[in-house]
């Protein structure tokens, strides 16, 4: 392929501004397209007054070391760079779990009676396991049995998600929980495991930027600019033209309504891999549309309250197992960084996770700071004469579902771009739909700027590793999902 000096980046999150910073590195000046007004897709850091806010949360840990070198390439250590202890929970009926689950202490706090009623639930599934593991729900239930999956996996899940567990793919489950096992888990609650590090899921420590993640992305969107790059925001990629298996130019409409149209000789996508295909001129083929026009997203809703007690509760994050209320999580910033809080103060960021036609939505900034206070207040985590005032934010596409046809509509969009786009390079949590980490969106960025400087790497191999496991296998199959048949093995299953 030849290269051409011409590259076009849809999108200023993590994986396009790596592509970007990857590219001047390499002596090109590239075009980003950002929709928004300023970078950092998901991982921006939101300023309202005094507070900062991070949407979602977003821990800087990664066992990809070219992610790890690029991070402290744009941010000195111990300065703008900091480490900070973890601490998240689980939050049922007025009781704290560790998460991850550990079970001896999950059990402990759950009783007698209800512990041993898990445990006979762990054994029968065991010895009876689901005949279908494709869909999130049984995949969990033969990893922790039955009783502890409605305990703690069930009622979150279908908040995130918005549809029936059995409808989620178990892909999902695998990625998320990185094959944790109650044994192994266990094991690891005792000390067994004396390297906590190698595990991801239970890692005690992380770097953070002291201003949020949003410090790394605008000192990156800085660098760029300052060596040549042109950063367009408040536009957007509407059209995508190709020919001859190659895209060559685009559309790009700002917030004014102008129309500009860029030539090019590579495009990076972070935009949603939807609107992608849907974008194209001429048209993919009708099957391909139709799978596009399948995948779904979900969108994030954060209310950030501020509250006049610096330490109401000592976790980074609190994940809400309580199906009385619309709370899926709840960020606690200043014990991510002090610095993204008023001295004398916290702020809260109470995540919900909705669809942008769902009523909640459509409810005013004061209507959902008041409901907010009131969720906040029932679940007795702070006194509601603490809380001052608060914030609302809207993030659309949030999250890529992983709903029971996405696997089928992705591998015929896949299908035909390798066949069809030769010089188009999809990347990212969006781009790719697939929801992964920071870190990975970023490699998966790394991986197709090398591919056009003539490397052969298969970006979609990234985030289906096995150095993300708990425990490392040469047959893994991965982060897709093992399918277990009756009778097979869990080490049989990755064979």
Known sequence: MELGNKVIIAGAGPAGLTACYELIKRGIKPIVIESDDVPGGLSRTVVRDQWRFDIGGHRFFTKVKPVEDFWHDILPDNLDFQIRPRLSRIYYQGKFFDYPL??????????LVESIK?????????????????????????KFGWRLYYT???????????????????????????????????????????????????????????????????????????????????????????????????????????????????FISSMPLRDLIINLNPSAPVE????????????????????????PFPDNWIYIHYPEVKIGRIQNYGAWSSSMVKE???????EYFVNKDDQIWQ???????????????????????????GYVVKMVNAYPVYDLDYRQNLDIIKKWIDENLVNVFPVGRNGMHRYNNQDHSMYTAMLAVENIFGQQNNIWSVNVDTDYHEMKSDNSTGRNAPIFNIGQTENDAYS
């Not at 998600?161 to 266990?186: C, E, H, P, T």
């Not at 969108?299 to 330490?311: E, I, Y």
């Open 288 to 311: 391909v549309v139709s799978a596009a026009k399948k995948l779904r997203f979900r969108d994030h809703l954060l209310v950030a309250l501020v509250v006049n007690d610096p330490f």
């Open 102 to 111: 550990q079970p001896v202490k999950a059990l402990k706090t759950l009783g």
């Open 344 to 350: 004398g103060t916290t702020c809260l960021g109470l």
């Open 118 to 142: 898990c445990l006979i639930s762990l054994l029968y599934v065991k010895i009876r396991p689901p005949a279908d593991m494709s869909n999130y729900e049984n995949y969990v239930a033969y």
């Open 152 to 266: 703690f996996f069930k009622s979150y899940t279908e908040k995130v998600w918005g549809i029936d567990a059995k409808l989620i793919q178990a892909d999902w489950a695998a990625q998320r929980i990185k094959n944790l096992s109650v044994i192994n888990m266990f094991l690891h609650s005792i000390n067994i495991f004396k390297s906590k590090k190698s595990v991801t899921s239970l890692i005690e420590e992380f770097l953070y930027p002291k201003l949020g993640p949003g410090m790394m992305w605008e000192t990156v969107a800085d660098l760029c600019l300052k060596n040549g790059a042109d950063l367009k925001f408040e536009s957007s990629v509407i059209e995508i033209f190709h020919k001859d298996n190659k895209a060559f130019a685009v559309t790009v409409k700002n917030s004014q309504g102008d129309l500009e149209r860029i030539d090019l000789d590579n």
């Open 363 to 389: 409810m005013s900034d004061d209507e959902l700071i008041s409901m907010a206070k009131t969720e906040l207040s029932q679940l007795n985590l702070v006194k509601n004469e603490l809380i001052d005032h």
